[in-house]
């Protein structure tokens, strides 16, 4: 088999498998966590992917051009700066506990009737897992809905950070040796294009496994500040436990 396709192939297997990092499916728990629909928390895999794979490209594209080798000290740093990330996602989601927040749906809270720059409470009925019912609830302005539009942006580009940085460290960066077989430089984007690809679809599927039984759970009020918790510890004790390995 020609060499360039051996390690195209190769590249897409190796995506596949990094999407299978134990720190990477730590990260995205955390934002995963703060998701009340299926869709968007799926969604958080293909942004991570996506994120992932710009910093793979850019560091491969230099590799490559430059003829370089990535140190073991600055795949040390890399690797710290991922626990570091950790740590530092934990505590937002600890945050998040401790205030008791509550991921708003925009879309619910939308009515198809405008009231100006106010918000307004009153009732009418609203329909819930197939029931019709009312209950008093307020309408938020539109100010107030581009806010809410504003944090979930917010989270989409904590994804991407957080797959950028992935991307960087890990067996991303040793993935890269495989590189240095490619004479061309069309086979060595060729192989990055797909390596990125593969951990796309891989991390999307892990994601969307993921975000089924968290959707469920986050129609409990209690659930919503325990999965925060758990979530929040859980990325901060294996950020350091990481970070500890590292060193």
């Known amino acids: 088999m020609d060499p360039v396709v051996s390690a195209v192939l190769l590249g897409f297997v190796?995506?596949?498998?990094?999407?299978?990092?134990?720190?990477?499916?730590?990260?995205?728990?955390?934002?995963?966590?703060r998701e009340r629909r299926f869709a968007a928390g799926a969604l958080v895999g293909?942004?991570?992917?996506?994120?992932?794979?710009a910093t793979v490209t850019l560091a491969g594209a230099v590799l490559v051009g430059l003829r370089l080798t990535i140190s073991a000290g600055v795949e040390s740093g890399?690797?710290?700066?991922?626990a570091v990330m950790l740590v530092g996602l934990g505590a937002l989601r600890l945050r998040d506990a401790a205030r008791g927040l509550r991921t708003v749906d925009a879309s619910h809270l939308a009515a198809d009737h405008d009231h100006g720059s106010a918000e307004v409470v009153h009732s009418h009925p609203h329909v819930h897992?197939?029931?019709?019912?009312?209950?008093?609830h307020v309408h938020p302005s539109k100010r107030l809905l581009a806010v809410l539009g504003r944090r979930r942006g917010g989270l989409a580009g904590r994804a991407?950070?957080?797959?950028?940085?992935?991307g960087l460290a890990g067996s991303a960066a040793a993935s890269l040796l495989v590189l240095a077989t490619l004479r061309s430089t069309a086979g060595a984007v060729a192989y990055l294009a797909v390596f990125g690809i593969g951990t796309i679809i891989g991390m999307?599927?892990?994601t969307a496994a993921m975000a089924?039984?968290?959707?469920?759970?986050?129609?409990?009020?209690?659930?919503?500040?325990?999965?925060?918790?758990?979530?929040g510890l859980g990325s901060i004790a294996f950020g350091l436990a990481y970070g500890y390995a590292v060193l």
């Open 160 to 166: 991407v950070l957080v797959g950028a940085v992935h």
């Open 78 to 82: 890399l690797e710290l700066l991922v």
């Open 129 to 136: 897992a197939g029931r019709v019912h009312a209950h008093p």
């Open 46 to 53: 293909v942004l991570w992917g996506v994120g992932h794979m």
């Open 204 to 206: 999307t599927a892990l």
């Open 212 to 231: 089924w039984p968290v959707s469920l759970a986050l129609r409990f009020r209690h659930a919503r500040r325990a999965l925060a918790v758990f979530a």
């Open 14 to 33: 190796l995506g596949l498998q990094h999407a299978t990092d134990p720190d990477h499916l730590v990260a995205v728990a955390t934002i995963i966590t």
